[in-house]
T-cell receptor, first 121, second 116 residues
């Protein structure tokens, strides 16, 4: 089945540094990838929709200059947390939807990465 | 706007008993509905989906869900719970009439505890 690899799984960084998280679809092409943030005991908060070859669409309240998203190919999207601060510490999860195999791509299942836990000291 | 509600933060069930995790939704058109499961420090795993057709959908690990249009619900069920079913469960919805904005909206999650 479809597999999404997310790297790194864990990252600890100092305040003020930038951290890049990669999301790769290993055995399928994904025109659309989604980035979520999950707080402890909370639901997934959609941060942005990443579209291959175009700018990401950010959800209301998400700072696009803080969370840089790049989707340079059909198999890779990256999230860069710039000038990270302790309040950015969280569990970040990406998901990918395969290039539509049925007419309505919305019915296709999302495949999720295993998540990346960011701790900013 | 589409939304999903999971009214229970936590559900406790004895092993071997049937379980139900509740989900209600709101969309302007017809829904695509999904259930996902998350184990600690992991991403989400797909369990099942409703697109069209039979209201009773069967999925992975013996789970099933029933689409009820009149009640706008999509409750997750399993006839006999296992301790290994203990996890965080998310219901999700997408409006199938939203051609450009294909976001899937997740509920807040329900933590399922299966008691041995």
């Amino acid at each position: 089945g479809a597999v999404v690899s997310q790297h790194p799984s864990w990252v600890i960084c100092k305040s003020g540094t930038s951290v890049k998280i990669e999301c790769r679809s290993l055995d399928f092409q994904a025109t659309t990838m989604f980035w979520y943030r999950q707080f402890p005991k909370q639901s997934l908060m959609l941060m942005a929709t990443s579209n291959e070859g175009s700018k990401a669409t950010y959800e209301q309240g998400v700072e696009k200059d803080k969370f840089l998203i790049n989707h340079a190919s059909l198999t890779l999207s990256t999230l860069t947390v710039t000038s990270a601060h302790p309040e950015d510490s969280s569990f970040y999860i990406c998901s990918a939807r395969e290039v539509s195999v049925i007419p309505d791509s919305g019915a296709n299942v999302l495949t999720f990465g295993a998540g990346s836990r960011l701790t900013v000291l | 706007a589409q939304s999903v509600a999971q009214p229970e933060d936590q559900v406790n069930v004895a092993e071997g008993n049937p379980l139900t995790v509740k989900c209600t939704y709101s969309v302007s058109g017809n829904p695509y509905l999904f259930w996902y499961v998350q184990y600690p420090n992991r991403g989400l795993q797909f369990l099942l989906k409703y697109i069209t057709g039979d209201n009773l959908v069967k999925g992975s690990y013996g789970f099933e869900a029933e689409f009820n249009k009149s009640q706008t619900s999509f409750h997750l069920k399993k006839p006999s719970a296992l301790v290994s079913d203990s996890a965080l469960y998310f219901c999700a919805v997408r409006d199938n009439q939203m051609n450009r904005d294909d976001k899937i909206i997740f509920g807040k999650g329900t933590r399922l505890h299966i008691l041995p």
